[in-house]
């Protein structure tokens, strides 16, 4: 099993912006050297607390400080996007990486984004449908390009100057192009289906009951059957929250306690859900009442946290429970108390992953 990095980032509402990126950038660094395989960074525009509103300038800031983890959007929200804009920004992305560039998509779940870009009331699965299909009609056709929908138009016949280069948009560096990802955030997602047949592969989110996790494989694996190719475990990521520190006392103090930065992300996603009517995503039981749904049930199913024994103990559980996958994901959380946020990366890339893969090979 591989270890990579996903972070929306969310920080708590006053502390410095300033230092909120650093310590964001700090975390992908550290990733990379402690060798997780890929790191993914979200974006929102109209959100004081996730306030990375651009993952590709983001990692652009890192593309000349990391060495070896695969960079990746997490993700390129679509529909609040031009077409042509995201083609041509991946492709330069993906050169200035050399092609170490996995390209996340979405829809995008921010409901103030939506509105702020005018498509609360559009159907933004379909915008994203046509957004996905403009940018991939780019990177596989030739300037002046001739492309209409219902939502967007990709054109430069008219200004078009072939001999000086003026008209085109690059090509990325990956041939022929960078791997595409989707973040899965719903139970029997039939999104997963559709993505594994066009050969893109899935991150199930990390605020997902297991047993919703459970529901993606067998969809992946029709995706992938209708596609014509095999269903890997190897290929399926899925996010967790993860907390590890030296002892128990600890960890339990910093993702439970009262500012503790799992607390935090979970109370601010807990209204965002009842606001917009997703509680469900939380719930064991569809027949539970949203007052049922506290934000210590929550936290307890889905933080995990302990020493570094404890915490591969559950991962291994939680695998028994949802099957079989290649990259235990890291959920990302602000570095509220600095020293013990680094410790957690750094236990779960040297302690946690060798007793996990030790006790898969046996």
């Known amino acids: 099993m591989d270890l990579s990095f996903f972070t929306m980032p969310l920080h708590p509402l006053g502390k410095p912006l300033a230092q909120s990126i650093k310590e964001d950038r700090e975390a992908f660094i550290l990733a990379d050297s402690l060798g997780f395989k890929e790191g993914y960074c979200g974006e929102h525009t109209t959100d004081l607390a996730e306030n990375i509103t651009s993952t590709v300038a983001f990692l652009a800031s890192l593309a000349y400080e990391t060495k070896n983890i695969r960079l990746g959007t997490g ?32 829809p995008g779940g921010l409901l103030s984004d939506s509105e702020i870009f005018g498509t609360l009331d559009k159907d933004r699965n ?14 596989a056709g030739e300037a002046p390009y001739n492309l209409k929908g219902d939502y967007f138009e990709v054109s430069t016949e008219r200004t078009m100057l072939p001999d000086i280069g003026q008209g085109s948009i690059i090509k990325p560096y990956q041939d022929p192009h960078p791997p595409i990802v989707g973040t899965v955030v719903a139970p029997f997602s039939k999104g997963v289906t559709a993505m594994a047949a066009r050969g893109w ?10 047993k919703w996790v459970k529901t993606h494989w067998p969809n992946y694996a029709e995706g992938c059957e209708l596609g014509g190719r095999p269903a890997e475990a190897a290929n399926w ?25 799992y607390v935090l992300y979970y109370r601010q996603l807990l209204t965002k859900l009842k606001d917009s009517g997703r509680l469900n995503l939380f719930k064991e039981d569809q027949e539970m009442s949203d007052d049922e749904v506290t934000l210590d049930y929550v936290l307890d199913r889905l933080v995990i946290h302990g020493d570094a024994s404890s915490v591969a103990d559950q991962v291994l559980a939680f695998r028994e429970e ?13 570095w509220t108390n600095y020293e013990l946020g680094r410790k957690s990366m750094i236990l779960t890339a040297e302690k946690v992953m060798p007793i996990i893969n030790n006790a898969i090979k046996s």
Request: glycine letters at 6%; one cysteine or more; a negative charge.
């Open 201 to 210: 592969e899935p991150i199930s989110a990390n605020f997902l009951l297991p």
């Open 237 to 261: 990521r899925i996010a967790k929250n993860i907390c590890v520190a030296d002892d128990m006392k600890t960890a339990k103090q910093y993702a439970r306690g009262e500012n503790s930065p």
């Open 75 to 106: 993700t390129v929200n679509l529909p609040n996007s031009h077409p042509a804009r995201v083609a041509a920004e991946i492709s330069m992305l993906d050169h200035m990486t050399e092609g170490r560039l996995n390209f996340g998509i979405s």
């Open 322 to 334: 949802v099957g079989d996958f290649g990259h235990l994901v890291y959920a990302g959380h602000d």
């Open 126 to 139: 379909a915008m994203f449908l046509e957004c996905i299909n403009m940018v991939l009609d780019i990177w």
